[in-house]
C-alpha cells in the first residue's frame, strides 16, 4: 500500500500562500515582457548536478504556479460576469499573448530536461509519474499547434458567452435556464411542460449558431491532431489527457457494461415513476418531479446557508473537512448563486500558487444545487489534501481521480444531510432521489462519451449526420420509456446543453469511472467509516505521484470497470435505494 506524502495539520487549511524562493514576492503577471526572462534563465540554466536539477524543477514549477493563479482568477471573474467586457478581454489577452509564448519555452524545457545526464539521479519513485507525462507531451508537442489552441479557446469563450446570455420569462419573472429548471419539479404537470418548453425553445434559438461553432471547432481540433501526426483528435486527445490506463477500447466496452446492467434499472426506475404518477405515459418534464407528489425540496434559500450548511456537514463528518471551506469563505473564494450573465455550470478551480481553490456555481435552492456543493467540496478537499506537494504537476491528478474525490463526498456525507433535512421523510427522499441520479449518471456518460468518438472519428459529418447520430445514442442510452411525441424536432440538438462538448472535450468518461469507485469508497465506508474515510483521505493526498491503479488502491478499491463489476456496484446502490 503506497503512503500519503501528506501529514494533515492546521498549515494545510492555512490562507497564506508558501514563500517564493525563485520569483520576487511582489511579482504580477502584467505582460509577456516581464515572464519571459524567467523562462530565458530557466532554459540557459547550466545544471551541474542531480540535486541542481531538481531545484531547477522546484523553480520551474514556481513560475509555473504563477502563472497558472493568474490565469485561473482571469476565467474566475470572467465566468462570473460574461458581460464584463473588461473581463473577457482580460482573459482573452492571457490567452492569446502569453499562452502562445509560453509553449515554445514548455517545450523547450521539457527538452532540457529529458536530455539532462543527471535526470537518472533524480529520485526515479518521486517523479516517475511526472517524468512520465513529460514525455508524452514531448511526444505530441508541434509548434504549429499553438496558434490552433489560441483560436480554439477564444471560440469556446464563445460558448460560454452564448450560453451564460440564455435567459427565458415564466409567468412575467425573466430567470436563467438553471433557475427554469427548477419548475421541472413542479407538481403541477402544466407548469412543468411550459418551463420545460420554454427551456427548449430558447436553446434552439441559438441552436444553429452553436452548431456551427461546434463544426469549426471540430475543424481545427481535427487539424491540431494531423499536425501531431494522429489519425484523429480522440487518439491525440487520449495522449494530451495522459490516458495511460485504458484504451477507446476499453471505453467502448464500458459503455456495453452500461447498456447492459445500469440502463436496465433505470428503465425499472422510469416505470415505476409512471406507476407512481398515474400517468398513462411519461413525457420528458415528467422526470424531476418527486413520484410521490410532494412538492420540491428546498433545503436552503440563499448561497450563504448552502454554504454555511455545507460547512457543518463536512465539519461532522471529518473537522479537517470543514476547515478547508471555512478557509475559503474566510479568503472569498465561492460564487454560489445563480445570476444572469453568469456562465453555466459549475467547478472548483484549483489555485496553484495559494492552493486554496474557488467554488463556482448556480444554486437555485434545490436539492441538486446540494449535491454541486458536495460535489465541488470534494474537489476542494482535494486541492487542500495535495496543497504541499512540492511540484504542480503532482497536485494535479487525471480526472478519473479528481472526480472520484468529489463524487465519493456527495455519498459519504449522506449521513449528515439532516443538517440540510430536519424531516425524516424528507431525508429519505432526498437520499433516494440522489441514488437514483447516480445511477442515471451511467447512461448519460455513455452517451455523450460514445458521441465524441463518433463526431471525432468521423471528422467531416455532415450537421445533419451528427443530429442523427446523436438521436441514435440518445435513443439507445436514455428514456427508453418516455414519449417524445410532437417534440422529435429538439432531442436532435440536447448535446448543446453539454459545455465538456465544447470546452473540455474527451472529459467526461472520466465521470462513470469515478462514479464506480465512489460506489466502492461509499460502501467500504458503510463497513467502517473511520477507516474508510481514512483511505479516502489517503488516497487523495498522493496527487499525481502514483498511477490511477495505484490511487484507488490506496483507497482501498479497484480502477475496474467491468460489466461484472459495474453490475455488483449498481446492485448495491440498487438495494440500499430499497432500504429507504
Given at each position: 500500500m503506497l503512503s500519503s506524502p501528506l501529514e494533515i495539520s492546521a498549515d494545510v487549511t492555512s490562507p497564506n500562500r508558501p514563500a517564493r524562493h525563485y520569483l520576487p514576492e511582489a511579482f504580477t503577471v502584467t505582460d509577456w515582457a516581464t515572464i519571459e526572462p524567467y523562462f530565458?534563465?530557466?532554459?540557459?540554466?547550466?545544471?551541474?548536478?542531480?540535486?541542481?536539477?531538481?531545484?531547477?524543477?522546484?523553480?520551474?514549477?514556481?513560475?509555473?504556479?504563477?502563472?497558472?493563479?493568474?490565469?485561473?482568477?482571469?476565467?474566475?471573474?470572467?465566468?462570473?460576469?460574461t458581460q464584463d467586457a473588461a473581463r473577457a478581454e482580460a482573459f482573452q489577452y492571457f490567452v492569446s499573448e502569453i499562452e502562445p509564448k509560453v509553449a515554445p519555452y514548455d517545450h523547450a524545457l521539457n527538452e532540457k530536461l529529458v536530455a539532462s545526464p543527471y535526470a537518472g539521479e533524480l529520485d526515479q519513485q518521486k517523479y516517475r509519474i511526472f517524468l512520465r507525462s513529460v514525455r508524452r507531451a514531448l511526444e505530441i508537442y508541434r509548434e504549429q499547434n499553438i496558434p490552433l489552441k489560441t483560436e480554439i479557446s477564444t471560440k469556446q469563450q464563445e460558448y460560454a458567452a452564448t450560453v451564460g446570455a440564455m435567459t427565458v420569462t415564466l409567468d412575467?419573472?425573466?430567470?436563467?435556464?438553471?433557475r427554469a429548471a427548477d419548475r421541472l419539479k413542479d407538481t403541477d404537470r402544466a407548469k412543468r411542460e411550459q418551463a420545460w418548453q420554454a427551456i427548449q425553445d430558447r436553446r434552439v434559438q441559438d441552436a444553429q449558431k452553436l452548431d456551427l461553432l461546434f463544426t469549426q471547432l471540430i475543424g481545427l481540433r481535427d487539424q491540431m491532431a494531423r499536425n501531431a501526426d494522429f489519425s484523429n483528435f480522440r487518439d491525440y486527445m487520449f495522449a494530451a489527457l495522459g490516458r495511460f490506463d485504458y484504451t477507446p477500447e476499453d471505453c467502448f466496452a464500458f459503455h456495453r457494461a452500461i447498456r447492459e446492467t445500469v440502463v436496465p434499472l433505470i428503465d425499472e426506475l422510469d416505470l415505476e415513476r409512471r406507476q407512481d404518477l398515474a400517468l398513462p405515459e411519461l413525457r420528458p418534464w415528467d422526470l424531476d418531479v418527486d413520484p410521490s407528489g410532494k412538492a420540491p425540496m428546498r433545503p436552503f434559500?440563499?448561497?450563504?446557508e448552502l454554504l454555511e450548511k455545507t460547512i457543518t456537514?463536512?465539519?461532522?463528518?471529518?473537522?479537517?473537512?470543514?476547515?478547508?471551506?471555512?478557509?475559503?469563505?474566510?479568503?472569498?473564494?465561492?460564487d454560489l448563486e445563480s445570476r444572469k450573465g453568469k456562465a453555466p455550470g459549475g467547478y472548483n478551480y484549483p489555485?496553484?500558487?495559494?492552493?486554496?481553490?474557488?467554488?463556482?456555481?448556480?444554486?437555485?435552492?434545490?436539492?441538486?444545487?446540494?449535491?454541486?456543493?458536495?460535489h465541488e467540496g470534494g474537489h476542494a478537499v482535494h486541492s487542500f489534501l495535495t496543497r504541499r506537494l512540492p511540484m504542480g504537476a503532482d497536485k494535479h491528478p487525471p480526472s478519473e481521480v479528481a472526480e472520484l474525490a468529489s463524487m465519493s463526498m456527495e455519498l459519504i456525507s449522506m449521513d449528515y444531510w439532516d443538517v440540510f433535512f430536519t424531516d425524516a421523510d424528507e431525508l429519505r427522499r432526498a437520499k433516494k432521489t440522489h441514488l437514483e441520479s447516480v445511477l442515471e449518471t451511467f447512461p448519460w456518460v455513455a452517451t455523450i462519451d460514445k458521441f465524441q468518438h463518433w463526431v471525432y472519428e468521423n471528422p467531416a459529418?455532415?450537421?445533419?449526420?451528427?443530429?442523427?447520430?446523436?438521436?441514435?445514442?440518445?435513443?439507445?442510452?436514455?428514456?427508453?420509456?418516455?414519449?417524445?411525441?410532437?417534440?422529435?424536432?429538439?432531442?436532435?440538438?440536447?448535446?448543446q446543453k453539454q459545455l465538456h462538448l465544447y470546452e473540455v472535450p474527451f472529459y467526461?468518461?472520466?465521470?462513470?469511472?469515478?462514479?464506480?469507485?465512489?460506489?466502492?469508497?461509499?460502501?467500504?465506508?458503510r463497513l467502517d467509516p473511520q477507516?474508510?474515510?481514512?483511505?479516502?483521505?489517503?488516497?487523495?493526498?498522493?496527487?499525481?505521484?502514483?498511477?490511477?491503479?495505484?490511487?484507488?488502491?490506496?483507497?482501498?478499491?479497484?480502477?475496474?470497470?467491468?460489466?461484472?463489476?459495474?453490475r455488483t456496484l449498481a446492485d448495491f446502490v440498487h438495494a440500499e435505494m430499497a432500504q429507504l
Amino acid at each position: 500500500m503506497l503512503s500519503s506524502p501528506l501529514e494533515i495539520s492546521a498549515d494545510v487549511t492555512s490562507p497564506n500562500r508558501p514563500a517564493r524562493h525563485y520569483l520576487p514576492e511582489a511579482f504580477t503577471v502584467t505582460d509577456w515582457a516581464t515572464i519571459e526572462p524567467y523562462f530565458i534563465e530557466l532554459r540557459d540554466r547550466a545544471v551541474g548536478s542531480g540535486a541542481a536539477l531538481e531545484q531547477w524543477l522546484l523553480d520551474r514549477s514556481e513560475l509555473e504556479a504563477v502563472l497558472s493563479e493568474d490565469l485561473a482568477w482571469r476565467y474566475i471573474r470572467m465566468t462570473c460576469d460574461t458581460q464584463d467586457a473588461a473581463r473577457a478581454e482580460a482573459f482573452q489577452y492571457f490567452v492569446s499573448e502569453i499562452e502562445p509564448k509560453v509553449a515554445p519555452y514548455d517545450h523547450a524545457l521539457n527538452e532540457k530536461l529529458v536530455a539532462s545526464p543527471y535526470a537518472g539521479e533524480l529520485d526515479q519513485q518521486k517523479y516517475r509519474i511526472f517524468l512520465r507525462s513529460v514525455r508524452r507531451a514531448l511526444e505530441i508537442y508541434r509548434e504549429q499547434n499553438i496558434p490552433l489552441k489560441t483560436e480554439i479557446s477564444t471560440k469556446q469563450q464563445e460558448y460560454a458567452a452564448t450560453v451564460g446570455a440564455m435567459t427565458v420569462t415564466l409567468d412575467g419573472e425573466e430567470m436563467t435556464l438553471q433557475r427554469a429548471a427548477d419548475r421541472l419539479k413542479d407538481t403541477d404537470r402544466a407548469k412543468r411542460e411550459q418551463a420545460w418548453q420554454a427551456i427548449q425553445d430558447r436553446r434552439v434559438q441559438d441552436a444553429q449558431k452553436l452548431d456551427l461553432l461546434f463544426t469549426q471547432l471540430i475543424g481545427l481540433r481535427d487539424q491540431m491532431a494531423r499536425n501531431a501526426d494522429f489519425s484523429n483528435f480522440r487518439d491525440y486527445m487520449f495522449a494530451a489527457l495522459g490516458r495511460f490506463d485504458y484504451t477507446p477500447e476499453d471505453c467502448f466496452a464500458f459503455h456495453r457494461a452500461i447498456r447492459e446492467t445500469v440502463v436496465p434499472l433505470i428503465d425499472e426506475l422510469d416505470l415505476e415513476r409512471r406507476q407512481d404518477l398515474a400517468l398513462p405515459e411519461l413525457r420528458p418534464w415528467d422526470l424531476d418531479v418527486d413520484p410521490s407528489g410532494k412538492a420540491p425540496m428546498r433545503p436552503f434559500e440563499t448561497g450563504q446557508e448552502l454554504l454555511e450548511k455545507t460547512i457543518t456537514v463536512f465539519q461532522r463528518l471529518d473537522p479537517f473537512l470543514g476547515d478547508c471551506l471555512t478557509t475559503m469563505r474566510d479568503m472569498g473564494h465561492l460564487d454560489l448563486e445563480s445570476r444572469k450573465g453568469k456562465a453555466p455550470g459549475g467547478y472548483n478551480y484549483p489555485l496553484d500558487e495559494t492552493g486554496v481553490p474557488f467554488i463556482f456555481m448556480n444554486a437555485t435552492s434545490s436539492l441538486r444545487d446540494v449535491i454541486t456543493m458536495l460535489h465541488e467540496g470534494g474537489h476542494a478537499v482535494h486541492s487542500f489534501l495535495t496543497r504541499r506537494l512540492p511540484m504542480g504537476a503532482d497536485k494535479h491528478p487525471p480526472s478519473e481521480v479528481a472526480e472520484l474525490a468529489s463524487m465519493s463526498m456527495e455519498l459519504i456525507s449522506m449521513d449528515y444531510w439532516d443538517v440540510f433535512f430536519t424531516d425524516a421523510d424528507e431525508l429519505r427522499r432526498a437520499k433516494k432521489t440522489h441514488l437514483e441520479s447516480v445511477l442515471e449518471t451511467f447512461p448519460w456518460v455513455a452517451t455523450i462519451d460514445k458521441f465524441q468518438h463518433w463526431v471525432y472519428e468521423n471528422p467531416a459529418h455532415t450537421s445533419e449526420q451528427r443530429q442523427q447520430r446523436w438521436t441514435e445514442i440518445f435513443d439507445e442510452f436514455n428514456q427508453r420509456t418516455v414519449s417524445w411525441k410532437g417534440l422529435e424536432g429538439y432531442k436532435p440538438w440536447l448535446w448543446q446543453k453539454q459545455l465538456h462538448l465544447y470546452e473540455v472535450p474527451f472529459y467526461y468518461i472520466e465521470y462513470a469511472m469515478a462514479q464506480l469507485g465512489a460506489i466502492a469508497v461509499w460502501r467500504n465506508f458503510r463497513l467502517d467509516p473511520q477507516a474508510g474515510l481514512e483511505a479516502y483521505k489517503r488516497a487523495l493526498a498522493l496527487g499525481y505521484t502514483a498511477t490511477i491503479g495505484e490511487i484507488y488502491q490506496a483507497a482501498g478499491i479497484r480502477f475496474d470497470f467491468s460489466t461484472d463489476y459495474l453490475r455488483t456496484l449498481a446492485d448495491f446502490v440498487h438495494a440500499e435505494m430499497a432500504q429507504l
